[in-house]
Structures are given as C-alpha cells and as structure tokens.
C-alpha cells in the first residue's frame, strides 16, 4: 500500500503489531457474486499467523 506521497505504507498486524504480507487481491465476482465489494485483499501475518481479507470498492447500484 502507498500513501499519497508515493512512499510505502503499510499495515500492522491487530494481534503481534508484525507487518502483514499482501497475498493476492480477488475480483469479488469470481469469489463471491452476492458481495457488496467489487475487490478483496488477502493479506497475512507471518509472525502469528492471522489472516486478513480487506473488502473494498464498494459496487455500483442501480437505484435498489
């Protein structure tokens, strides 16, 4: 992740406060076609190893 400035920003583990590692990011439809999220991130701690799945952009309605 990168802040606006273009330098490295990245997230901390909730539990051990370890850097958590960027696995993949899935488009939701391939995953989940009923999720309000167009995208999912994966990501993991290597320390404690908790896992992440961050939802993100929101999909468009029609009006519903």
């Not at 909730?14 to 958590?20: G, I, K, P």
């Not at 009923?34 to 404690?48: A, L």
């Amino acid at each position: 992740m990168y802040n606006k400035n273009g330098k490295g920003k990245h997230m901390k583990c909730f539990y051990c406060n370890n850097e958590v590692r960027w696995n993949n990011d899935f488009d939701t439809e391939d995953t989940n076609p009923d999720s309000e999220y167009s995208i999912v991130s994966m990501y993991q701690c290597d320390k404690c190893d908790t896992w992440y799945e961050v939802f993100h952009s929101k999909k468009e309605t029609n009006g519903d």
